[in-house]
DNA sequence: TTCATCGTTTTGTCCTAGACAAATATGAGA
DNA sequence: TCTCATATTTGTCTAGGACAAAACGATGAA
């Protein structure tokens, strides 16, 4: 068992920083600088993934590249810390007792919390109140480095299989049809799962594809089966640019008749194009679902 | 709507070549050869995706980009319908009528021949005899182009979705414990699933992971949750060669103690290191757990 | 024959470094 | 204080060279 070192493939996929993007700020800022294997291949270590990461994610949040290389490491932890808009308290706290379950492996023990809250709740609730602010408060416990990657993917197991038996039990529904799917670069499909229990229990019918669906087959799909939306989710780590680079050309490939709508917690920065509408919020989804009919009567 | 006009980036993401790739192709053999605009940047058509995606599926079937790139265009078709290997009765005939349900878009067409499928055969022969070998012919139609990739989805969600309805009756159960997932490039989770259910349907205790679980917290999560094995799938397009590599470092990772299995349509050409056990076909499963059990009787 | 081994060819990924568009910040003027 | 124009920062594209890894194919042994 040596100290594991890393290429810059397994870096851009564990960072989701492009290779392009890794040279260019080593050539510019001096940041990262790995060494290099007998061929002058980049060798990254798990340290310099993990600021990287640190850096991604206060990007993410407004800060500058600029800025960012020239302070030192340490102060960059304090800067996550802050909140991202005043008076927004730490979303995380509120969760410890589930987070403690997940930290402590205790599967069964966050099953049975899970559905005792479902169940306390109702299913409506349960995705709105619980659900949706968990898995937020879970993805920004794995990026503060609180939770490893393998305890989110249990938390997201558990809470998919939960879900889907759930629905099960809500049967065929009326108009409008949506498609429920994300874009190539979107691998989060909890995000997905939640919408669609929310328009389902709004009394649409969803197709789901699942995750990471190419452009022009969203296009095709959606002709195929006559949708009257298609509705994309985004998490918080998708890159809003990319999002809204992508969802203007989706909105040029597809007539005008059929909706795009989006949501998911990454929606929120995203600079929406013309012709697509979000929907954020408790009320959302619902809100979408009454406009369509009205618009549709 | 305009003629669409793609930059490398969109058809990166479109077909999964890396664009290191396509401009090496543009330089070696000449296709693509995209119009530029006036930066000199690349502009692809929608007909040279196409023919890339074609390439693409041609390519994983083993064909080699030097004779692909050589052959003129419409031969290029033809070469789809052959198949894999010799003396393989195409596997497709034999499960047309799903196909013709996905390929007309009868979304609850499909889901009530399967539920109906499983009703007869019970839970493990519906995997073992249905859904195993569907998936297979399901992912065959896609690179002979019968399908499109988002029907592939459709079905895909389908099925998810009833073996995880069925799942949820088998409740708690004993040893051996399982940690099931897929390494980091492989994303295909079908085959995670099924294997879940038949391991499940053997009495074992299942903690499945989802996909794509980095090598070092496949590690981590084995010991936090004391798994007596860890289980990988492995799908057909996943290249052999990667995984012998994954799976040595991982076995050398991890104590002696903790069994490793692979299984998945893909497994069969992998040489597997020492330490790793494969489990194929019908009895597969059934005599991984048995061996286990007798060993730690 | 069949199988393994070793050199050769093909193929994909990494490298450097220049250019420039898009995004953002800054400053001038209303 | 706000708006617009200009400057700076930042990310992505470009080209072509290099070379590792994979696949092929020929040669020799069982």
Redesign the pocket.
Same mark, same amino acid.
């Given at each position: 068992m040596h100290t594991p070192r890393f290429?810059?493939?397994a870096v851009e996929r564990d960072t989701g920083l492009? @290779?392009?993007?890794l %040279?260019?700020?080593e050539r510019r800022y001096g940041f990262p600088s790995p060494q290099r294997d007998q061929?002058?291949? %980049?060798l990254y270590t798990a340290a310099e993934i993990e600021r990287l990461r640190l850096i991604k994610r206060l990007?993410d949040k407004g800060f500058?590249?600029? @800025?960012l290389f020239a302070s030192d490491p340490e102060s960059l932890e304090s800067l996550l810390a802050e909140p991202t808009t005043p008076q927004m308290p730490s979303v995380i706290e509120d969760w410890n007792g589930y987070l403690d379950l997940l930290r402590q492996g205790d599967i069964s023990g966050l099953r049975d919390a899970l559905q005792q809250q479902l169940m306390r709740q109702g299913l409506q609730s349960f995705v709105l109140d619980t659900a949706a602010p968990l898995s937020v408060a879970v993805g920004e416990a794995w990026m503060q480095g609180q939770i490893r990657i393998h305890e989110e993917h249990v938390y997201s197991e558990q809470l998919k299989s939960l879900l889907r038996q759930s629905m099960a039990v809500l049967g065929e529904r009326g108009r409008p049809t949506l498609l429920l799917t994300t874009v190539p670069d979107e691998e989060h499909g909890l995000g997905l799962l939640l919408a669609e229990v929310l328009f389902m229990l709004e009394g649409a019918r969803c197709i789901s594809l699942g995750t990471r669906t190419p452009l022009l087959d969203i296009v095709d799909a959606a002709a195929r089966h006559g949708v009257d939306v298609v509705a994309l989710s985004f998490s918080t780590s998708f890159p809003p %640019?990319q999002a809204a680079i992508q969802l203007k050309e989706l909105r040029d490939y597809m007539p005008a008749s059929i909706e795009l709508w989006i949501g998911g917690a990454g929606t929120e920065r995203i600079v929406l194009p013309p012709g697509v509408k979000r929907g954020m919020g408790r009320q959302g989804p619902a809100q979408l679902i009454e406009e369509w009919r009205i618009n549709h009567a």
């Open positions: 290429n810059i493939t492009s @290779k392009d993007l %040279r260019m700020w061929h002058g291949e %980049r990007i500058r590249p600029g @800025k %640019r």
